[in-house]
């Protein structure tokens, strides 16, 4: 019996030179306890800082420092601690700016993209837009459309790299803003992890009970519209319809979700692409700003076969390689019990009649009191 796949690792790395992603000119409170911080030579309002994550010193270096200050000062150790900033700023990218440069082609979608079917079901089975999810608050009713990514893209951290001040000067008239600070950096190595979820990927949610976790079935499943687009891309149906449950789920067999539950090949498809994405970071517009540039490095890979006992090696992998990875999956999408849905649907029929009802009596009822 062969081993299945149940999620797929990345460790990714990445070069770059300069700052690449903003921060304005927020000080936050980390900010503050952080040796890049000094109060007294900056003008804080007029400066560009580059993102950071923050992380605790350890306590050796903390003992190290605060003998320095004691040594130097001639100050008693509380005094002396009072003076070290506990933290340090590690420069990054964010996630959200990588997934931007990651998946460039779906940057220009306008949000309310999911309130229109056919223009939804175009996104949905382009690889590229089921893999970056949507997460759109608007639509019919209150309901709206959601939909988690299949991939995670951790932030990219600089590795052995601190940020640096410049004096930078703007074209125009003079004034108090003609001059300000930005950090800058350096060449720089990027690392970064991502996750590819087979669960999410294998399955696509069509049923009105989930609320924003699903489609409107009435508008995509339906009217036939987003199985036309994906036989259109792929030359066929990828999935079969049904009710399943999930393998993780709380309801069991007897509680079960309509929707589609995608193949092997289609996944297969999903993931190769992603690498393929993966290594075009860099040679989109959104991978080179005024202040900086990144790019892709490295790609290692790792297939999860169990995620307790995970002994796999990362296998680092090549640009010449691409399209040639193939998994079988585990199945995280069980069929399930349908009588309980098909009574939601009588029901859901029977509401619907009875509203329909209702409102043509309403209609009724106002013509004759227009007459």
Known sequence: MSKKVKSIEFELEFEGKGTFNFNGSDV???????????????????VMYGKRNYYKKDDSTLDVEVENIMAKYGLSKENAKSKVQPLIGVPKISSGCARSVTFPDTVNFDPD??????IGSTY?????????GYMYTTGKGSNGYGRKSVVTITDLEA?????????CTKTGERSENSFFAKETLGETTYKADAFFDVATAQFLCLDQRFGKCSLDPAEYDDTGILGDAFKA?????????GVYTNSASVFGEYYGVYGYRFDDEFINQLLNDFINDLWKFGTCAESHKAGGYVRIKSIKMRPVYDPIENNEEFIELKREDHDTYHFEYESFWKPANTKEWEEYQIKKDEIEKREKVEKEKEKKSKKEDDE
């Open 28 to 46: 936050t409170p980390a900010f503050r306890k952080t040796d890049d911080y000094d109060s007294s030579k900056r003008n804080f309002s007029n």
């Open 113 to 118: 993209v999911m309130t229109h079917s056919n």
């Open 124 to 132: 949905l089975s382009a690889t590229n837009g089921y893999l970056r």
């Open 159 to 167: 590795k052995d790299s601190v940020y640096g001040m410049d004096t």
């Open 233 to 241: 891309r792929f030359g066929r149906i990828p999935y079969e319809k």
